[in-house]
């Protein structure tokens, strides 16, 4: 399973983005697809996951303006970042999670500065 992340950019607080996570190989439909971040000098650390049937979950401080979506047929997961905040900035990370193993794809750089 290969996965490919990108869509990060530069953008000025309060502005959007939308992050798309590409996967190829053997990617099955009943999987959990997640989106992790790392910022400078911190750990990597959770944002928001998504299983087959749409449900999903996010961590606290992106509630209300990060929005996780899937596309079950182009094995393609989104994030839509809205009200982006300078402590968004960070490389943010896909991951897809199936029969107990963990893939991951390179990250894309989101900055927040004005």
């Known amino acids: 399973v290969q996965l490919q992340a990108f869509g990060g950019g530069l953008v000025q607080p309060g502005g959007s983005l939308r992050l798309s996570c590409a996967t190829s190989g053997r990617v099955f439909g009943a999987n959990v697809m997640a989106w992790y971040r790392q910022a400078p000098g911190k750990q990597r650390e959770f944002v928001a996951f998504i299983i087959s049937n749409g449900a999903a979950n996010y961590a606290e401080d992106v509630k209300g303006r990060f929005t996780i979506s899937r596309d079950n047929a182009k094995n393609t997961m989104y994030l839509q970042i809205n009200s982006l905040k300078p402590e968004d900035t960070a490389v943010y990370y896909c991951?897809?999670?199936?029969?107990?193993?963990?893939?991951w794809g390179q990250g894309t750089l989101v900055t927040v500065s004005s």
């Open positions: 991951k897809v999670s199936q029969r107990g193993v963990h893939y």
